[in-house]
């Protein structure tokens, strides 16, 4: 039998105990993570995307981890015409040897895609890889996700990925926003040039001194690393605008937007031919020469683009200034990228 | 009796280790904090109304009607000077760009507290992180970039939009300024009374000033491109060392 003495000893031990605790509480929450990851499965294997250091961070949001499964599985729903109803998958017009578009169209290339918040060429939709994908599954494609769900290979997937019983259309894009971002181009011959392991000739060299400085002027829009300022931009194609030429506009009925379009990378651009929203100029002779020649004033006109008396004058860029300029842009291409045979139809 | 004794002495200290043990928030309410916070929230104006983009609504002292479409810079190596002589110096980089609000406002913590006399900034970036890629690749960053070929580093501050020529013509302007020898140095004599936890600034940058004083900056005779010719980035930046304002909002 306990005295009371220790019995008082013991009560008062707990109590110190339980206030203590009491105290401690605020310290131990300061250490719980404010956003937990949420994939706790052990079975998927975590995968990092790398790329170079003038390369800006990557967001990868914390509730759709990159994993290997998890990108392989966007990688099948990628070729895979079950997305649509017609037989077309995303693969059918963009083609991993056209760096992810078809020559030929208008298409804008899948190429890092992940560095980017405004998608299409007017930007009507923005936000997240996976708000891109919503839209691309939902009203681009209209996938019936009941026929996704009938295919026994994708149940298992989903299930395995994202542990669901029944695939829902963010399910969808989730997984394809996981295969977009390793959709990178990071190895052209520039890139190689950056990093010390790539010679340019003088006339590559002579385009990327234009491409890089006032001559040119190409650098305030095509920022180097994404080559893409991921803004808007009326870059004088035309004067009079309507319908799809109106660009912007039509999504923010600003007047201020009127033939404004989102400046596309110009990584791979030789081989994502035509060019322009419109794929009007078939060759980048022509786009350089727009650029020397053709820009056409208008109230939205950029103001970068009227510089120099650009309008009246032009870049006044000599025969082989244009050719030094096509064979920098040419040094983009990324022989590596669009034969990754991680990146093909699996 | 003992018993007794020895319940009281537990019970005592049980009590005082209590209130010990959580004596720690208490702090939290002092009345004359140590440390304080300083929020600068940055205005850009042009005549002195905040600017509505793309709107050929502004007058410059040479009579140029103008707009705005960008307006992107940097603050950096922001000090305060005490009235004892104390310096507070915060050695972050800024990007601001006015269009984005979540940008457009600059926290300082941890700042003695006392009445403060001098506020003084670089607008730019100082030469040990204006070379390539001396900052952080963000997205802002590297759209801020100046070519290597023209010096490397960063843009300091880029200010575009159009105005009317003397024909009424809407033509294009872009106020770049960049290199070492255009960094901008603010300083603002103004007494800031740092006393409570929480004080807020109003940091006002008033474009029109890039235009007048000393140099009057007439749209139809200097540069409308000033990146290459640096005898118009110099005018700029004399013109824009009076361009910022401080004011106590609360």
Request: with cysteine.
């Amino acid at each position: 039998m306990r005295s009371p003495l220790i019995k008082l000893i013991s009560v008062s031990f707990i109590f110190l105990v339980i206030v203590f605790l009491g105290c401690k509480k605020n310290k131990e929450e300061d250490l719980i993570p404010s956003n937990p990851p949420t994939n706790q499965n052990n079975e998927l294997t975590p995968y990092t995307v790398t790329y170079p250091y003038y390369f800006p961070p990557l967001t990868i949001p914390e509730s759709n981890p990159l994993t290997m499964e998890g990108i392989q599985l966007g990688r099948s729903l990628y070729y895979d015409p079950i997305l649509s109803n017609n037989g077309q998958s995303c693969s059918s017009c963009h083609n991993s040897n056209s760096a992810f578009t078809t020559y030929d169209s208008n298409a804008l290339a899948h190429i890092n895609l992940g560095w980017s918040t405004y998608y299409l060429w007017n930007g009507s939709i923005s936000g997240t890889l996976e708000d891109i994908m919503r839209f691309e599954v939902e009203d681009f494609f209209q996938t019936d996700v009941a026929k996704v769900n009938k295919s026994i290979l994708y149940r298992n997937l989903f299930k395995k990925v994202y542990n669901v019983d029944t695939i829902k259309s963010q399910d969808i894009a989730n997984a394809l926003a996981q295969f977009f971002r390793v959709l990178n181009s990071t190895n052209s011959y520039c890139d190689q040039f950056f990093k010390h392991t790539y010679n340019f000739n003088s006339s590559q060299m002579n385009g990327f001194v234009i491409f890089n400085s006032e001559k040119g002027d190409c650098f305030h829009c095509h920022s180097l690393g994404l080559f893409t300022d991921n803004k808007f931009h009326n870059i004088g194609i035309d004067s009079i605008f309507n319908g799809v030429n109106l660009g912007r506009y039509n999504v923010t009925s600003n007047p201020n937007d009127i033939g404004l379009f989102k400046t596309p990378t110009l990584r791979n651009i030789e081989l994502t031919a035509p060019y322009m929203h419109d794929g009007r100029f078939k060759t980048l002779e022509e786009v350089v020469e727009f650029y020397n020649s053709g820009v056409k004033y208008s109230s939205t006109l950029d103001p970068i683009m009227t510089k120099n008396d650009k309008l009246t004058n032009g870049l006044n860029l000599t025969t082989q200034e244009k050719q030094d300029l096509v064979a920098f842009l040419k040094t983009l291409t990324d022989s590596s990228f669009i034969h990754n045979p991680l990146l093909q139809k699996p | 009796m003992k018993n007794k004794f020895i319940k009281s002495l537990v019970l005592v200290s049980s009590i005082i280790f209590t209130l010990s043990s959580c004596k720690k928030d208490a702090i939290d309410d002092n009345p004359a904090p140590l440390f304080t916070k300083a929020t600068l929230n940055i205005n850009v104006l042009a005549n002195n109304n905040k600017v509505i983009w793309d709107s050929i609504n502004y007058i410059n002292a040479s009579g140029n009607k103008y707009s705005l479409r960008t307006i992107n810079f940097y603050i950096s190596d922001i000090a305060m000077k005490r009235k004892d002589g104390f310096i507070h110096k915060l050695n972050k980089v800024f990007y601001i760009d006015p269009a984005k609000s979540e940008s457009s406002q600059i926290t300082i913590d941890s700042l003695l507290r006392g009445d403060y006399e001098q506020i003084s900034f670089l607008v730019g970036l100082n030469p040990q992180i204006n070379i390539d890629y001396g900052l952080e690749s963000t997205v802002d960053n590297l759209n801020m970039a100046w070519p290597t070929m023209m010096g490397g580093g960063y843009h300091f501050i880029k200010v575009e939009g159009h105005y009317l020529d003397s024909a009424g013509l809407r033509k294009g302007f872009a106020i770049h300024l960049g290199k070492n020898e255009n960094l901008v140095n603010i300083e603002i004599n103004k007494l800031m009374l740092q006393q409570k936890s929480e004080n807020n600034y109003s940091l006002d940058f008033e474009i029109n000033e890039i235009f007048a004083n000393p140099y009057l900056y007439d749209l139809n005779i200097e540069k409308t491109y000033t990146m290459s010719d640096s005898l118009s980035m110099s005018k700029i930046k004399t013109n824009m060392q009076d361009a910022f304002t401080i004011n106590q909002t609360n």
